[in-house]
């Protein structure tokens, strides 16, 4: 099943084991990990996260949250619980796809027992709800859904592409309070998933959403012919650094543009449950999360075969937000 890492602020120096886990010491709470605002979500009724005495807010995110993501080639795990020395991080990572239906509620319920905590003490579960890969989509959906209706625990489904957003200013630039990322996940069949956001003063925007395309489009200057009735204007973004973030730029290394690939950062990312977890307390916060019969998972291509106009008016998305790359890489000096 793999194993999960413990992380608490206890003040220890150095890693230690307990049976399975792996637990490090000590660890930095900073600031801007609690204060995500994404400009997109999709707001539910309250949730049972209500219940409690004192209900989280986004200057008091003390929350119990699971998050979750099956979407990729990989099975990813987090669960945040509140303690007396503060917020306990939990995380686990291990081979997705076939193994991922099997693995995922038996690994949830040996990180909960750990934490000492019941799904009824969660604030809320949050999954990757897209896009990525159609079964496991449907597989994180599915078994969000089942644990949070008997629990009675609200959930909260999270952009992926946002998630890998997120990963990646973690990871490369977590002290920048201006940055630009273009999210970027295989979408097999020769195509990417595709989202530009901007990460500013500790909240994220979204510049572009979601769109599928193909690598070489990435960045691709039109012609006026080919461009949208209504083209977008160039985005404006002043000295934010710009990150490219996702999982594609191995399988398609020959095919994304060179200028592009040289003009950002990239930084390789996937839509990391412990990801969700920093983009999660005030979204919760805010009433973002749903009822568990509420949850569904975001398809960008629900299907394979399309009609000519299905195709023409996908192109347009893609081209629009392929035509605002170069305007981003312009202005934005390289993070590296």
Same mark, same amino acid.
């Given at each position: 099943?793999?194993?999960?890492?413990?992380?608490?602020?206890?003040?220890?120096?150095?890693?230690?084991?307990?049976?399975?886990?792996?637990?490090?010491?000590?660890?930095?709470?900073?600031?801007?990990?609690s204060i995500?605002?994404?400009?997109?979500?999709?707001?539910?009724?309250?949730?049972?996260?209500?219940?409690?005495?004192?209900?989280?807010?986004?200057?008091?995110?003390?929350?119990?949250?699971?998050?979750?993501?099956?979407?990729?080639?990989?099975?990813?795990?987090?669960?945040?619980?509140?303690?007396?020395?503060?917020?306990?991080?939990?995380?686990?990572?291990?081979?997705?796809?076939?193994?991922?239906?099997?693995?995922?509620?038996?690994?949830?319920?040996?990180?909960?027992?750990?934490?000492?905590?019941?799904?009824?003490?969660?604030?809320?579960?949050?999954?990757?709800?897209?896009?990525?890969?159609?079964?496991?989509?449907?597989?994180?959906?599915?078994?969000?859904?089942?644990?949070?209706?008997?629990?009675?625990?609200?959930?909260? @489904?999270?952009?992926?592409?946002?998630?890998? =957003?997120? &990963? /990646?200013?973690? %990871?490369?630039?977590?002290?920048?309070? +201006?940055? #630009?990322?273009?999210?970027?996940?295989?979408?097999?069949?020769?195509?990417?998933?595709?989202?530009?956001?901007?990460?500013?003063?500790?909240?994220?925007?979204?510049?572009?959403?979601?769109?599928?395309?193909?690598?070489q489009d990435?960045?691709?200057?039109?012609?006026?012919?080919?461009?949208?009735?209504?083209?977008?204007?160039?985005?404006?973004?002043?000295?934010?650094?710009?990150?490219?973030?996702?999982?594609?730029?191995?399988?398609?290394?020959?095919?994304?543009?060179?200028?592009?690939?040289?003009?950002?950062?990239?930084?390789?990312?996937?839509?990391?449950?412990?990801?969700?977890?920093?983009?999660? @307390?005030?979204?919760?916060?805010?009433?973002? =999360?749903? &009822? /568990?019969?509420? %949850?569904?998972?975001?398809?960008?291509? +629900?299907? #394979?075969?399309k009609t000519?106009?299905?195709?023409?008016?996908?192109?347009?998305?893609?081209?629009?937000?392929?035509?605002?790359?170069?305007?981003?890489?312009?202005?934005?000096?390289?993070?590296?």
């Open positions: 099943m793999g194993s999960f890492t413990v992380r608490n602020p206890c003040g220890s120096c150095g890693p230690c084991y307990i049976g399975k886990a792996r637990v490090a010491h000590p660890v930095e709470v900073k600031k801007h990990d995500i605002r994404p400009t997109q979500a999709h707001p539910g009724p309250p949730g049972p996260a209500d219940r409690r005495s004192q209900a989280p807010t986004a200057d008091n995110p003390r929350m119990n949250l699971l998050a979750l993501d099956t979407g990729t080639e990989f099975l990813s795990i987090a669960l945040r619980t509140e303690g007396p020395d503060g917020p306990q991080l939990q995380e686990h990572q291990s081979a997705g796809g076939a193994r991922a239906s099997t693995d995922l509620i038996a690994a949830v319920l040996a990180m909960l027992s750990h934490a000492g905590v019941r799904l009824s003490d969660l604030d809320a579960i949050c999954f990757g709800s897209g896009p990525g890969s159609f079964t496991g989509l449907r597989t994180a959906c599915s078994v969000v859904q089942g644990l949070a209706f008997g629990a009675g625990v609200p959930v909260l @489904p999270m952009d992926s592409l946002l998630a890998v =957003a997120e &990963d /990646a200013r973690y %990871a490369a630039v977590p002290d920048s309070q +201006d940055i #630009v990322v273009t999210a970027l996940l295989d979408a097999r069949m020769d195509e990417m998933y595709a989202a530009t956001y901007r990460f500013t003063q500790g909240h994220w925007q979204t510049l572009f959403p979601a769109a599928l395309l193909r690598p990435l960045g691709l200057a039109m012609t006026p012919a080919d461009l949208p009735p209504q083209p977008m204007q160039p985005l404006q973004v002043g000295k934010a650094s710009h990150l490219l973030a996702g999982n594609v730029f191995d399988v398609y290394a020959g095919r994304l543009p060179a200028a592009l690939l040289q003009s950002a950062q990239v930084v390789p990312a996937l839509p990391g449950a412990a990801a969700m977890l920093r983009l999660a @307390p005030e979204m919760v916060a805010q009433g973002l =999360a749903v &009822d /568990a019969a509420q %949850a569904l998972p975001h398809y960008i291509r +629900d299907k #394979v075969a000519t106009a299905e195709r023409d008016a996908e192109k347009a998305q893609a081209v629009s937000l392929g035509a605002a790359i170069p305007a981003i890489g312009a202005a934005a000096p390289s993070a590296g």
